[in-house]
C-alpha cells in the first residue's frame, strides 16, 4: 500500500464534475485532485483525469491533442448512463416521454467509453451492466455514503411501524428511471385490499393527472427528511437502473426496511439486511411482498427495523471515503500497470 501511495503522491490529479454531487467531490478530495467543473476548456498538464459521468468530451479531447496522449481518463459512472446503454427505451426530457434508443447512438457511445483507462463503478449492479458490453477495461467499485451529519440524526429515528404508509423519495423529471409508473400501479392495486394505505412521495415532480390518485401525496423538495422516515412503514423504490439509491440506505439507517427492484444499485446493500426485499417487475409479485410485510408482527417488523438500520449505518462517510481511497489506489496502480496509452 505504501508503493501505491507513492505512486499517487506523484501523480497529478484532475476532477472534473458535471453534477457536484458531494459525495464524489469528497471522493476527489480524499486522492487530492484539484477540482473545477467540466467545459471544453480543460486545462493540459494533469497525469490523469478524473470526470463524474462525463466521459466523452475528455476522449474527444485527448484523441485531438488536447489533452496530453500519455495522461489517463478514469471515469466514474453513477448515473443511468450504463443502464440506458443496454436497455432499448429511456426517458427523453424534451419530449418529457419514453422513446427507442438509437442503436447507433449506444454503438458509438460504447465504442468512446472504450477508450477510458480506468472505471469507478457507482454498484456492483453498475459493474455488472459495464461487463455486458466491456469486460477488458479495468474498473473498481465504490459506494456512495450518508454524510455525517445524516448518519447522527437517522441513527435516533423510530419509524411508524405499524402502519401502512410507504414512502419513496427521488426528484424527476425521469419518472421511468425512477419507476414512478410503477410504483403508482403496485400502490392503486393495494388500495384494494388496504383502503387507507399512504404513499408519501418526497421530491420534485411535474404531476400527472393520471398521477392523482387518492392516498398518495406528492409532497414537494424538502430540506428535512426525518419527519417522512418516523412516519413510515416501509421503503418502495421500483427504479429502473438507479446507480445506486442513497436514500434508499438512509431509509435502512432510519430503520426503515427498504423494498427495492432488482435493477437498483443498492439492492445488494438491501440483500444484506434481507435478501426478500429484492424485487422482480412482477407487479403481482410485488404487491405479495408488500402484503406479506404489512401481515407480519409487530415484533417482526421491528426485528426487520433493526437489522436494516444496522446495514444502513454501515454505509458512512469515514468508511466508505476511506474504502474509495483504496479502490482507486488500485485501479490507478493497475492503469498504469496495464500500458494502456
Not at 498538464?45 to 479531447?61: H, N
Not at 424485487?279 to 410485488?286: P, V, Y
Amino acid at each position: 500500500m505504501q508503493k501505491q501511495l507513492k505512486n499517487l503522491k506523484n501523480k497529478k490529479i484532475l476532477y472534473l464534475y458535471t453534477g457536484n454531487h458531494p459525495v464524489h467531490r469528497k471522493f476527489a478530495e480524499s486522492v487530492g485532485a484539484d477540482i473545477r467543473a467540466m467545459s471544453w476548456k480543460i486545462p493540459r498538464g494533469y497525469d490523469i483525469y478524473f470526470s463524474e459521468g462525463e466521459y466523452t468530451r475528455l476522449v474527444a479531447m485527448r484523441m485531438i491533442g488536447k489533452l496530453e496522449k500519455k495522461s489517463k481518463i478514469i471515469i466514474l459512472l453513477s448515473d443511468p448512463r450504463l443502464f440506458y446503454l443496454n436497455t432499448k427505451h429511456k426517458f427523453n426530457s424534451k419530449t418529457k416521454s419514453i422513446k427507442k434508443i438509437s442503436i447507433v447512438k449506444k454503438m458509438i457511445l460504447k465504442g468512446i467509453l472504450g477508450h477510458a483507462d480506468g472505471i469507478i463503478c457507482g454498484s456492483k449492479f453498475q459493474d455488472e451492466l459495464l461487463s455486458k458490453f466491456n469486460k477488458k477495461i479495468p474498473r473498481r467499485v465504490v459506494y456512495p455514503f450518508i454524510s455525517k451529519e445524516r448518519v447522527a440524526s437517522l441513527g435516533g429515528i423510530q419509524p411508524l411501524l405499524n402502519s401502512k404508509s410507504i414512502l419513496f423519495i427521488g426528484n424527476g423529471p425521469d419518472y421511468y428511471y425512477k419507476g414512478i409508473d410503477k410504483l403508482l400501479n403496485v400502490f392503486k392495486n393495494l388500495r384494494i385490499k388496504y383502503p387507507n394505505i399512504v404513499l408519501n412521495i418526497v421530491g420534485e415532480w411535474e404531476i400527472k393527472d393520471s398521477w392523482k390518485i387518492e392516498g398518495v401525496n406528492f409532497c414537494g423538495k424538502q430540506k428535512s427528511l426525518e419527519n417522512y422516515f418516523e412516519r413510515s412503514a416501509v421503503y418502495l423504490h421500483l427504479g429502473r437502473g438507479e446507480a445506486f439509491g442513497v436514500t434508499i440506505v438512509e431509509a435502512m439507517a432510519a430503520g426503515v426496511p427498504a423494498f427495492v427492484s432488482n435493477i437498483t444499485g443498492a439492492k445488494e446493500i438491501v440483500a444484506r439486511a434481507d435478501e426478500g426485499f429484492i424485487l422482480s417487475f412482477n407487479e403481482k409479485k410485488i404487491m405479495q411482498k408488500l402484503e406479506n410485510y404489512f401481515e407480519l408482527s409487530s415484533s417482526k417488523r421491528k426485528n426487520l427495523s433493526d437489522t436494516f438500520r444496522q446495514e444502513g449505518l454501515k454505509m458512512n462517510e469515514k468508511d466508505m471515503v476511506k474504502f474509495f481511497k483504496s479502490k482507486f489506489l488500485e485501479l490507478e496502480k493497475e492503469v498504469y500497470n496495464s500500458g494502456k496509452k
